[in-house]
Nanobody, 125 residues
Framework: QVQLVESGGGLVQAGGSLRLSCTAS????????MGWFRQAPGKEREFVAT????????YYADSVKGRFTISRDNPKNTLYLQMNSLKPEDTAVYYC??????????????????WGQGTPVTVSS
């Protein structure tokens, strides 16, 4: 298990930007594929983006492609999600998650074994 703590959420106007951070308490952070998910009120948790352990490979949901960027700083044990051109439909609680040690594209909740507590993002129109 990996302990994860998200931060950086808040209230922003449509068209604005936010950067989310996720700090991991694990010695081998660079070994883990990481992901971001989000859950809007009354909806199921959905995939946003994932990144390989070394940071060289990324994959995004179509709904955020071109607007969001996932990245990581392994020496700092930190995962990031830069969100630009935000829309009201991006309003949700955002979660970071850790998956297995082997890179593959993982977009399902059950494919991730460790989760943070979430950070809320509200985009006003």
């Amino acid at each position: 298990q990996v302990q994860l703590v998200e931060s950086g959420g808040g209230l922003v106007q449509a068209g604005g930007s936010l950067r989310l951070s996720c700090t991991a308490s694990v010695r081998t952070f660079s070994s883990y594929t990481m992901g971001w998910f989000r859950q809007a009120p009354g909806k199921e948790r959905e995939f946003v983006a994932t990144i390989s352990g070394g940071g060289g490979v990324t994959y995004y949901a179509d709904s955020v492609k071109g607007r969001f960027t996932i990245s990581r700083d392994n020496p700092k044990n930190t995962l990031y999600l830069q969100m630009n051109s935000l829309k009201p439909e991006d309003t949700a609680v955002y979660y970071c998650a850790a998956a297995g040690l082997r890179w593959e594209i993982r977009t399902k909740v059950h494919e991730y074994h460790s989760w943070g507590q979430g950070t809320p993002v509200t985009v006003s129109s």
